[in-house]
């Protein structure tokens, strides 16, 4: 079993920067796919980055050119760097992890942004 713990949430104001955190509990070199989803109240949870581990990335459009994923494999470690948040970036952000037909999520973490 993979635990995910995502860190880095909080309350920020609209156009300022944050940084999310997912530590894996074991390896992460074997997983196909890692990224980030995150869910606002009332919403489906939506796909904010997927990145398969061949390379690339792919965005949610309304986030493209705004945030960054990072994936660092000695560190067993993933980020989504977040920059000219807006109010409606607010929701609980959630790391997972893809490794054949195993899905895998951390526990979400918050993030706010105040207008």
């Known amino acids: 079993q993979v635990q995910l713990v995502e860190s880095g949430g909080g309350l920020v104001q609209a156009g300022r920067s944050l940084s999310l955190s997912c530590a894996a509990s074991?390896?992460?070199?074997?997983?196909?796919?890692m990224g980030w989803y995150r869910q606002a109240p009332g919403n489906e949870r939506e796909l904010v980055v997927t990145?398969?581990?061949?390379?690339?990335?792919v965005y949610a459009d309304s986030v493209t050119g705004r945030f960054a994923f990072i994936r660092d494999n000695a560190k067993n470690m993933v980020y989504l760097q977040m920059k000219s948040l807006k109010p409606e970036d607010t929701a609980v952000y959630y790391c997972y992890a893809r490794e054949g037909d195993a899905n895998y999520w951390g526990q979400g973490t918050q993030v706010t942004v105040s207008s």
């Open positions: 074991r390896t992460i070199f074997s997983f196909d796919t």
């Open positions: 990145a398969p581990r061949s390379g690339g990335r």
